[in-house]
T-cell receptor, first 112, second 118 residues
């Protein structure tokens, strides 16, 4: 079945870049997402990428997709304390009317 | 744009009572709404998918008689946890999408409702 995996924790020094990695198994994935969840809050869509793209950049965020290896990464440049959160990688097929499969989330902590 | 709200944000109830959670799309019409459940320090698990005016489609292992979902309008879906028990305590999150438009490229999530059953 479909599966999305990511590492559970990442610690980064303030000002450095953070790279969160994710792998997925469903070759029919059409949309790949990165969501951010702050403590006690819902999910905030950070960015998404279509499976026919290999990179997408949006200000401090860069998403890289290696479709052959089914590997997705999120790079946050100049990481700030406000970036502390859980980051979920997710995928869905066909359209937003399809269910989204989430990874377990990566908890990003920032050290001074 | 694309704001989804949930009400209440937190609810505490006694075991055996029923609790209703509302999910509203505030500035768009949601043809499809989804209900997720999140346990502490875990990922979101899809419970059910509902299309406006139709019966919800439940994921395997989710009791449809316990988690009643109604999607009566294009801006409102409700989840009712019937005869709640302590093991139903969780964070419930809804999302909404509108296929056929640019908004249809993704789902938009509500802020979540934390349910505690005593």
């Amino acid at each position: 079945g479909e599966d999305v995996e990511q590492s559970l924790f990442l610690s980064v020094r303030e000002g450095d870049s953070s790279v969160i990695n994710c792998t997925y198994t469903d070759s029919s994935s059409t949309y790949l997402y990165w969501y951010k969840q702050e403590p006690g809050a819902g999910l905030q869509l950070l960015t998404y990428i279509f499976s026919n793209m290999d990179m997408k950049q949006d200000q401090r965020l860069t998403v890289l997709l290696n479709k052959k290896d089914k590997h997705l990464s999120l790079r946050i440049a100049d990481t700030q304390t406000g970036d502390s959160a859980i980051y979920f990688c997710a995928e869905s097929s066909y359209s937003s009317a399809s269910k989204i499969i989430f990874g377990s989330g990566t908890r990003l902590s920032i050290r001074p | 744009g694309a704001v989804v709200s949930q009400h209440p944000s937190r609810v505490i109830c006694k075991s055996g009572t029923s609790v209703k959670i509302e999910c509203r799309s505030l500035d768009f019409q949601a043809t499809t709404m989804f209900w997720y459940r999140q346990f502490p320090k875990q990922s979101l698990m899809l419970m059910a998918t509902s299309n406006e005016g139709s019966k919800a489609t439940y994921e395997q292992g989710v009791e449809k008689d316990k988690f009643l979902i109604n999607h009566a309008s294009l801006t409102l879906s409700t989840l009712t946890v019937t005869s709640a028990h302590p093991e139903d305590s969780s964070f419930y999150i809804c999302s909404a999408s509108h296929t056929g438009t640019k908004l249809g490229e993704t789902q938009y999530f509500g802020p979540g409702t934390r349910l505690l059953v005593l």
